[in-house]
Protein backbone atom coordinates (compact mmCIF):
# COMPACT_ATOMS: atom_id res chain seq x y z
CA UNK A 1 0.00 0.00 0.00
CA UNK A 2 1.59 3.42 -0.60
CA UNK A 3 2.11 5.51 2.01
CA UNK A 4 -0.09 8.84 1.55
CA UNK A 5 1.82 12.11 1.63
CA UNK A 6 0.10 15.37 2.94
CA UNK A 7 1.58 18.43 0.11
CA UNK A 8 0.34 21.57 2.53
CA UNK A 9 -0.17 24.42 1.40
CA UNK A 10 -1.41 23.73 -1.72
CA UNK A 11 -1.50 26.51 -3.87
CA UNK A 12 1.64 27.48 -5.29
CA UNK A 13 4.05 26.42 -8.05
CA UNK A 14 5.92 24.31 -6.07
CA UNK A 15 3.11 22.10 -4.36
CA UNK A 16 1.71 21.69 -7.92
CA UNK A 17 5.33 20.42 -9.19
CA UNK A 18 5.94 18.44 -6.03
CA UNK A 19 2.53 16.67 -6.57
CA UNK A 20 3.56 16.31 -10.25
CA UNK A 21 7.02 14.32 -8.93
CA UNK A 22 4.79 11.54 -6.31
CA UNK A 23 1.46 11.12 -8.65
CA UNK A 24 3.41 8.47 -10.38
CA UNK A 25 4.92 6.61 -7.34
CA UNK A 26 4.62 2.94 -6.42
CA UNK A 27 5.44 3.60 -2.74
CA UNK A 28 3.98 6.79 -1.84
CA UNK A 29 0.36 8.90 -2.57
CA UNK A 30 0.23 12.64 -2.85
CA UNK A 31 -2.72 14.03 -1.48
CA UNK A 32 -3.61 18.10 -0.94
CA UNK A 33 -4.66 20.40 1.38
CA UNK A 34 -5.32 24.16 1.90
CA UNK A 35 -7.18 27.19 4.00
CA UNK A 36 -9.48 27.54 1.03
CA UNK A 37 -9.93 27.32 -2.58
CA UNK A 38 -6.71 26.67 -4.89
CA UNK A 39 -5.45 25.34 -7.95
CA UNK A 40 -4.55 22.21 -7.11
CA UNK A 41 -8.38 21.27 -7.07
CA UNK A 42 -7.90 21.02 -10.82
CA UNK A 43 -4.90 19.11 -10.10
CA UNK A 44 -6.35 16.38 -8.11
CA UNK A 45 -9.72 15.22 -6.66
CA UNK A 46 -7.70 14.41 -3.31
CA UNK A 47 -7.40 18.15 -2.61
CA UNK A 48 -9.10 19.39 0.60
CA UNK A 49 -9.67 23.17 1.36
CA UNK A 50 -10.79 23.22 4.61
CA UNK A 51 -7.89 23.98 6.46
CA UNK A 52 -7.59 26.90 8.99
CA UNK A 53 -4.34 29.30 9.19
CA UNK A 54 -1.66 27.71 11.20
CA UNK A 55 -1.70 31.34 13.13
CA UNK A 56 -4.92 29.72 14.85
CA UNK A 57 -4.73 27.65 18.12
CA UNK A 58 -6.78 24.92 16.82
CA UNK A 59 -4.47 24.33 13.51
CA UNK A 60 -2.65 21.39 15.42
CA UNK A 61 -5.48 19.56 16.47
CA UNK A 62 -6.99 20.02 12.78
CA UNK A 63 -4.16 18.54 11.48
CA UNK A 64 -3.51 15.49 13.67
CA UNK A 65 -7.38 14.88 13.38
CA UNK A 66 -7.07 14.48 9.61
CA UNK A 67 -3.40 12.51 9.28
CA UNK A 68 -5.44 9.89 11.72
CA UNK A 69 -8.26 9.98 9.60
CA UNK A 70 -6.72 10.24 6.14
CA UNK A 71 -3.85 7.29 7.23
CA UNK A 72 -0.85 10.36 6.22
CA UNK A 73 2.48 9.15 6.96
CA UNK A 74 4.27 12.10 5.92
CA UNK A 75 3.52 15.98 5.47
CA UNK A 76 5.47 18.18 3.30
CA UNK A 77 5.50 22.27 3.52
CA UNK A 78 5.38 23.69 0.14
CA UNK A 79 5.93 27.57 2.38
CA UNK A 80 8.97 29.33 4.31
CA UNK A 81 6.63 30.46 7.30
CA UNK A 82 4.89 26.77 7.35
CA UNK A 83 8.06 24.86 6.67
CA UNK A 84 9.18 26.78 9.85
CA UNK A 85 6.57 26.53 12.24
CA UNK A 86 5.48 22.79 11.23
CA UNK A 87 9.68 21.82 12.05
CA UNK A 88 9.02 23.91 15.69
CA UNK A 89 5.69 21.85 15.98
CA UNK A 90 7.16 18.49 14.37
CA UNK A 91 6.63 16.52 18.02
CA UNK A 92 3.00 17.61 18.19
CA UNK A 93 2.45 15.94 14.86
CA UNK A 94 0.96 12.39 14.12
CA UNK A 95 3.18 11.91 10.86
CA UNK A 96 6.64 13.21 9.83
CA UNK A 97 7.51 16.74 8.63
CA UNK A 98 9.65 16.43 5.92
CA UNK A 99 11.86 19.10 6.32
CA UNK A 100 15.33 19.73 7.87
CA UNK A 101 15.24 20.45 11.50
CA UNK A 102 13.22 23.38 13.72
CA UNK A 103 16.92 25.19 14.74
CA UNK A 104 18.06 24.96 11.10
CA UNK A 105 14.21 26.26 9.81
CA UNK A 106 14.08 29.00 11.62
CA UNK A 107 17.26 30.27 10.61
CA UNK A 108 16.68 30.50 7.25
CA UNK A 109 13.17 31.74 7.92
CA UNK A 110 15.37 34.96 9.06
CA UNK A 111 18.36 36.13 7.15
CA UNK A 112 19.40 38.58 9.43
CA UNK A 113 20.21 35.27 11.32
CA UNK A 114 21.61 33.87 8.13
CA UNK A 115 23.53 36.02 8.37
CA UNK A 116 24.84 35.82 11.65
CA UNK A 117 25.49 32.18 12.03
CA UNK A 118 27.81 32.83 8.43
CA UNK A 119 29.41 36.13 9.35
CA UNK A 120 33.14 34.65 9.43
CA UNK A 121 32.77 33.76 5.75
CA UNK A 122 33.77 35.56 2.73
CA UNK A 123 30.74 34.90 1.05
CA UNK A 124 28.04 36.60 3.63
CA UNK A 125 27.21 40.33 1.93
CA UNK A 126 28.14 43.18 4.23
CA UNK A 127 25.36 44.05 6.73
CA UNK A 128 24.77 47.45 7.40
CA UNK A 129 23.37 49.20 10.73
CA UNK A 130 21.17 52.42 11.26
CA UNK A 131 23.70 54.76 12.20
CA UNK A 132 26.79 52.95 10.25
CA UNK A 133 28.33 55.11 7.33
CA UNK A 134 26.06 53.56 4.49
CA UNK A 135 27.82 53.14 1.03
CA UNK A 136 25.16 53.41 -1.51
CA UNK A 137 23.49 52.26 -3.33
CA UNK A 138 22.61 49.32 -1.26
CA UNK A 139 19.70 46.65 -0.96
CA UNK A 140 16.88 45.84 1.49
CA UNK A 141 14.46 43.44 2.21
CA UNK A 142 12.38 41.81 4.82
CA UNK A 143 13.90 39.71 7.10
CA UNK A 144 11.67 36.97 6.64
CA UNK A 145 10.56 38.01 3.26
CA UNK A 146 10.72 35.65 0.35
CA UNK A 147 9.83 35.76 -3.71
CA UNK A 148 11.10 39.26 -3.69
CA UNK A 149 8.76 40.93 -2.07
CA UNK A 150 9.22 44.18 -0.33
CA UNK A 151 13.23 43.86 -1.62
CA UNK A 152 14.55 47.13 -2.95
CA UNK A 153 17.38 48.91 -4.19
CA UNK A 154 17.67 52.13 -2.72
CA UNK A 155 20.29 54.71 -3.75
CA UNK A 156 19.79 57.51 -1.02
CA UNK A 157 19.60 58.25 2.38
CA UNK A 158 16.71 59.87 2.47
CA UNK A 159 14.83 57.08 -0.24
CA UNK A 160 16.26 54.48 2.42
CA UNK A 161 14.63 56.76 5.62
CA UNK A 162 11.12 56.82 3.44
CA UNK A 163 10.79 52.70 2.87
CA UNK A 164 11.97 52.08 6.51
CA UNK A 165 9.41 54.68 8.01
CA UNK A 166 6.38 53.55 5.73
CA UNK A 167 6.50 50.00 6.13
CA UNK A 168 5.87 47.71 9.11
CA UNK A 169 8.54 45.70 7.77
CA UNK A 170 11.78 44.77 9.25
CA UNK A 171 14.50 45.35 6.94
CA UNK A 172 17.85 44.17 6.61
CA UNK A 173 20.24 46.57 4.70
CA UNK A 174 22.74 45.20 2.88
CA UNK A 175 25.65 45.89 0.50
CA UNK A 176 24.02 45.97 -2.93
CA UNK A 177 25.22 43.33 -5.81
CA UNK A 178 24.46 44.34 -9.03
CA UNK A 179 25.81 41.25 -10.68
CA UNK A 180 24.18 37.74 -12.11
CA UNK A 181 21.80 36.27 -9.51
CA UNK A 182 21.65 32.30 -9.39
CA UNK A 183 19.89 29.64 -7.35
CA UNK A 184 21.59 25.84 -6.39
CA UNK A 185 19.63 23.19 -5.65
CA UNK A 186 21.04 20.92 -2.35
CA UNK A 187 19.89 17.46 -1.26
CA UNK A 188 21.47 16.69 2.12
CA UNK A 189 20.62 12.73 3.18
CA UNK A 190 19.74 11.74 7.42
CA UNK A 191 23.60 11.58 8.12
CA UNK A 192 24.53 15.26 7.06
CA UNK A 193 25.89 13.64 3.56
CA UNK A 194 25.73 16.40 1.12
CA UNK A 195 24.32 14.45 -1.93
CA UNK A 196 23.95 16.88 -4.75
CA UNK A 197 24.75 20.67 -5.45
CA UNK A 198 23.39 22.13 -8.72
CA UNK A 199 23.43 25.86 -9.91
CA UNK A 200 20.62 27.34 -12.09
CA UNK A 201 19.95 30.77 -13.38
CA UNK A 202 16.92 33.05 -14.07
CA UNK A 203 16.58 34.13 -17.84
CA UNK A 204 12.95 35.93 -17.30
CA UNK A 205 10.84 36.28 -14.22
CA UNK A 206 7.35 35.79 -13.88
CA UNK A 207 5.52 36.98 -10.57
CA UNK A 208 8.83 36.88 -8.56
CA UNK A 209 9.78 33.95 -9.91
CA UNK A 210 12.10 32.11 -12.85
CA UNK A 211 9.85 32.44 -15.67
CA UNK A 212 12.98 30.98 -18.05
CA UNK A 213 15.66 29.37 -16.54
CA UNK A 214 18.72 27.01 -17.05
CA UNK A 215 21.10 24.74 -15.61
CA UNK A 216 24.48 26.46 -15.65
CA UNK A 217 27.69 25.04 -14.35
CA UNK A 218 28.06 24.27 -10.48
CA UNK A 219 31.57 26.21 -10.03
CA UNK A 220 34.25 25.51 -7.18
CA UNK A 221 33.00 28.84 -5.80
CA UNK A 222 29.78 27.93 -5.71
CA UNK A 223 30.82 24.23 -4.39
CA UNK A 224 32.63 25.46 -1.50
CA UNK A 225 29.99 27.85 -0.25
CA UNK A 226 27.44 24.95 -0.17
CA UNK A 227 30.04 22.47 1.25
CA UNK A 228 30.07 25.36 4.21
CA UNK A 229 26.64 26.02 4.60
CA UNK A 230 25.89 22.34 4.83
CA UNK A 231 28.13 21.91 7.22
CA UNK A 232 27.46 24.89 9.73
CA UNK A 233 23.56 23.97 9.32
CA UNK A 234 21.48 21.00 9.96
CA UNK A 235 19.96 20.12 6.73
CA UNK A 236 17.91 16.74 5.85
CA UNK A 237 16.11 16.38 2.45
CA UNK A 238 15.86 19.37 -0.08
CA UNK A 239 17.06 23.07 0.38
CA UNK A 240 18.23 25.41 -1.93
CA UNK A 241 20.54 28.94 -1.39
CA UNK A 242 20.59 31.77 -3.51
CA UNK A 243 23.27 34.18 -4.51
CA UNK A 244 24.46 37.25 -6.36
CA UNK A 245 27.58 38.60 -7.50
CA UNK A 246 29.13 41.82 -6.46
CA UNK A 247 31.15 44.21 -8.06
CA UNK A 248 33.63 42.28 -8.73
CA UNK A 249 32.04 39.23 -9.81
CA UNK A 250 32.56 37.08 -6.14
CA UNK A 251 29.09 35.44 -5.38
CA UNK A 252 27.40 36.62 -2.24
CA UNK A 253 25.01 34.79 -0.20
CA UNK A 254 21.13 36.44 -0.19
CA UNK A 255 19.37 33.62 1.26
CA UNK A 256 18.58 29.76 2.33
CA UNK A 257 15.09 28.00 2.58
CA UNK A 258 14.37 24.50 3.64
CA UNK A 259 11.13 24.76 1.66
CA UNK A 260 10.77 23.63 -2.06
CA UNK A 261 11.62 26.51 -4.65
CA UNK A 262 9.41 27.30 -7.59
CA UNK A 263 11.72 26.05 -9.88
CA UNK A 264 13.34 23.17 -8.67
CA UNK A 265 11.59 20.91 -11.35
CA UNK A 266 14.27 22.22 -13.82
CA UNK A 267 16.46 19.99 -11.85
CA UNK A 268 14.14 16.89 -11.32
CA UNK A 269 14.17 16.79 -15.51
CA UNK A 270 17.76 16.00 -15.13
CA UNK A 271 16.31 12.81 -13.22
CA UNK A 272 17.00 14.33 -9.16
CA UNK A 273 13.41 13.44 -7.56
CA UNK A 274 13.51 15.77 -4.71
CA UNK A 275 10.56 14.81 -3.11
CA UNK A 276 11.40 11.08 -3.70
CA UNK A 277 15.13 11.28 -2.49
CA UNK A 278 13.18 13.02 0.82
CA UNK A 279 10.42 10.53 1.67
CA UNK A 280 12.83 7.84 0.67
CA UNK A 281 15.25 9.30 3.16
CA UNK A 282 13.29 9.88 6.02
CA UNK A 283 12.01 7.06 5.21
CA UNK A 284 15.61 5.30 6.30
CA UNK A 285 16.20 3.94 3.16
CA UNK A 286 19.48 5.14 1.53
CA UNK A 287 19.68 7.43 -1.48
CA UNK A 288 22.17 7.26 -4.23
CA UNK A 289 21.87 10.53 -7.00
CA UNK A 290 22.99 9.87 -10.79
CA UNK A 291 21.90 12.69 -12.62
CA UNK A 292 21.68 13.04 -16.37
CA UNK A 293 24.20 15.38 -17.84
CA UNK A 294 22.72 17.79 -21.12
CA UNK A 295 21.68 21.10 -21.78
CA UNK A 296 17.89 22.27 -20.64
CA UNK A 297 15.91 24.85 -19.94
CA UNK A 298 12.43 25.46 -18.51
CA UNK A 299 9.69 28.21 -19.91
CA UNK A 300 7.25 28.97 -17.17
CA UNK A 301 3.70 29.85 -18.78
CA UNK A 302 0.06 30.34 -17.35
CA UNK A 303 -1.48 26.95 -18.09
CA UNK A 304 -5.34 26.36 -17.50
CA UNK A 305 -7.06 23.41 -16.07
CA UNK A 306 -10.63 22.45 -16.45
CA UNK A 307 -13.59 20.92 -14.53
CA UNK A 308 -16.64 19.94 -16.79
CA UNK A 309 -19.38 18.87 -14.81
CA UNK A 310 -20.68 16.17 -17.36
CA UNK A 311 -21.29 11.98 -16.58
CA UNK A 312 -20.29 10.14 -19.71
CA UNK A 313 -20.32 6.38 -20.01
CA UNK A 314 -19.62 5.76 -23.48
CA UNK A 315 -17.49 7.64 -26.10
CA UNK A 316 -17.85 7.69 -29.44
CA UNK A 317 -14.88 8.80 -31.56
CA UNK A 318 -14.22 9.79 -35.04
CA UNK A 319 -10.60 8.44 -36.64
CA UNK A 320 -9.31 10.53 -39.34
CA UNK A 321 -7.55 14.08 -38.04
CA UNK A 322 -9.39 13.25 -34.48
CA UNK A 323 -7.50 10.13 -33.49
CA UNK A 324 -4.87 10.05 -36.09
CA UNK A 325 -3.46 12.64 -38.74
CA UNK A 326 -2.73 11.12 -42.65
CA UNK A 327 -2.93 7.70 -41.28
CA UNK A 328 0.09 8.55 -40.01
CA UNK A 329 0.76 9.83 -37.08
CA UNK A 330 -1.08 10.20 -33.92
CA UNK A 331 -2.93 12.89 -32.45
CA UNK A 332 -1.41 13.21 -29.00
CA UNK A 333 -4.21 14.86 -27.16
CA UNK A 334 -6.75 12.86 -28.49
CA UNK A 335 -4.52 9.90 -27.49
CA UNK A 336 -4.10 10.76 -24.08
CA UNK A 337 -7.84 11.40 -23.69
CA UNK A 338 -8.50 8.49 -25.42
CA UNK A 339 -6.40 6.30 -22.95
CA UNK A 340 -8.19 8.11 -19.85
CA UNK A 341 -11.08 6.53 -21.32
CA UNK A 342 -9.62 3.27 -21.01
CA UNK A 343 -8.07 3.66 -17.26
CA UNK A 344 -11.68 4.87 -16.45
CA UNK A 345 -13.62 1.84 -18.00
CA UNK A 346 -15.79 3.79 -20.42
CA UNK A 347 -17.13 1.96 -23.19
CA UNK A 348 -15.31 3.62 -26.66
CA UNK A 349 -16.55 3.24 -29.96
CA UNK A 350 -14.99 3.81 -33.27
CA UNK A 351 -17.40 5.57 -35.39
CA UNK A 352 -15.50 6.09 -39.16
CA UNK A 353 -16.15 6.68 -42.71
CA UNK A 354 -11.91 5.89 -43.47
CA UNK A 355 -12.15 5.81 -47.04
CA UNK A 356 -9.20 2.71 -46.52
CA UNK A 357 -9.59 -0.62 -44.61
CA UNK A 358 -9.50 0.59 -41.01
CA UNK A 359 -8.38 -2.39 -39.45
CA UNK A 360 -5.57 -2.26 -42.22
CA UNK A 361 -4.70 0.99 -41.22
CA UNK A 362 -5.07 0.36 -37.55
CA UNK A 363 -2.34 -2.45 -37.83
CA UNK A 364 -0.10 -0.14 -39.92
CA UNK A 365 0.21 2.55 -36.84
CA UNK A 366 0.54 -0.62 -34.22
CA UNK A 367 -2.58 0.47 -32.86
CA UNK A 368 -4.88 -2.23 -31.61
CA UNK A 369 -8.41 -2.68 -32.28
CA UNK A 370 -8.86 -4.25 -28.96
CA UNK A 371 -8.90 -0.77 -27.33
CA UNK A 372 -12.37 -0.08 -28.60
CA UNK A 373 -15.40 -1.67 -27.82
CA UNK A 374 -17.06 -1.65 -31.34
CA UNK A 375 -15.45 -0.25 -34.66
CA UNK A 376 -18.27 1.03 -36.78
CA UNK A 377 -17.80 1.86 -40.29
CA UNK A 378 -20.26 4.78 -41.25
CA UNK A 379 -21.48 4.80 -45.14
CA UNK A 380 -20.64 8.19 -46.99
CA UNK A 381 -24.62 9.09 -47.62
CA UNK A 382 -25.31 8.17 -43.87
CA UNK A 383 -25.59 10.22 -40.76
CA UNK A 384 -23.10 9.21 -37.91
CA UNK A 385 -25.97 10.42 -35.58
CA UNK A 386 -27.77 7.40 -36.64
CA UNK A 387 -25.23 4.79 -35.04
CA UNK A 388 -25.55 6.52 -31.95
CA UNK A 389 -27.32 4.91 -29.24
CA UNK A 390 -28.74 6.75 -26.14
CA UNK A 391 -29.07 3.50 -24.23
CA UNK A 392 -26.01 5.12 -22.37
CA UNK A 393 -24.68 8.54 -21.36
CA UNK A 394 -22.70 9.56 -24.36
CA UNK A 395 -20.46 12.23 -25.53
CA UNK A 396 -18.88 12.30 -29.20
CA UNK A 397 -15.43 13.26 -30.33
CA UNK A 398 -15.38 15.01 -34.13
CA UNK A 399 -12.95 17.11 -35.90
CA UNK A 400 -15.70 17.88 -38.37
CA UNK A 401 -18.32 20.37 -37.17
CA UNK A 402 -21.09 20.19 -39.66
CA UNK A 403 -20.93 16.39 -37.97
CA UNK A 404 -20.91 17.62 -34.19
CA UNK A 405 -23.89 19.95 -35.23
CA UNK A 406 -25.76 16.94 -36.69
CA UNK A 407 -25.29 15.17 -33.35
CA UNK A 408 -25.84 17.95 -31.40
CA UNK A 409 -29.08 18.73 -32.65
CA UNK A 410 -30.64 15.45 -33.34
CA UNK A 411 -29.85 14.08 -30.06
CA UNK A 412 -28.81 16.67 -27.66
CA UNK A 413 -25.19 15.09 -26.11
CA UNK A 414 -21.94 17.18 -25.63
CA UNK A 415 -19.64 17.26 -28.45
CA UNK A 416 -16.21 17.82 -28.77
CA UNK A 417 -13.49 18.79 -31.34
CA UNK A 418 -9.42 18.24 -30.73
CA UNK A 419 -8.48 21.19 -29.84
CA UNK A 420 -11.00 21.61 -27.02
CA UNK A 421 -10.46 17.47 -25.48
CA UNK A 422 -8.29 19.66 -22.99
CA UNK A 423 -11.35 20.44 -20.61
CA UNK A 424 -11.93 16.45 -20.13
CA UNK A 425 -8.21 15.80 -19.46
CA UNK A 426 -7.02 15.15 -15.98
CA UNK A 427 -3.26 15.52 -14.81
Not at 354 to 374: A, E, S
Not at 409 to 422: A, M
Request: negative net charge; contains cysteine.
Amino acid sequence: MRKRVLIYPGNSYSAEAVFKCLQESLRYEPIMANHGSAHAQFITESFYDDFPLIFEDRFICYLNNFIDLNSVKFIIPTHDTVADYLAKEADRINCTVICSDKKTADICRHKRKTYHLLKAYDFIPHVYEMGEDIQYPVFIKDDIGQGGKNAYVVYDNQDLLNKLNDSNVDYVITEYLPGEEITIDCFTNRHGQMLYCQSRMRETILTGMSGRAKIIECTGEIQRIAGIINKEMKFRGYWYFQCKQDSDGKYKLMEISTRYAGTFPLTKNLDVNFPLLSLTDFDDIDVKIVPNHYEIRSDRGYQILYKVNIVYERVYFDFDDTLVRNRKTFIIQAIAFLFQCVNEGKEIILLTRHIYDIYDTLDKLHFDKRVFNQIIEVPEEEMKSDYIKMDKTCIFIDNSFAERLDVKEKLGIPTFDVCNLECLLRM
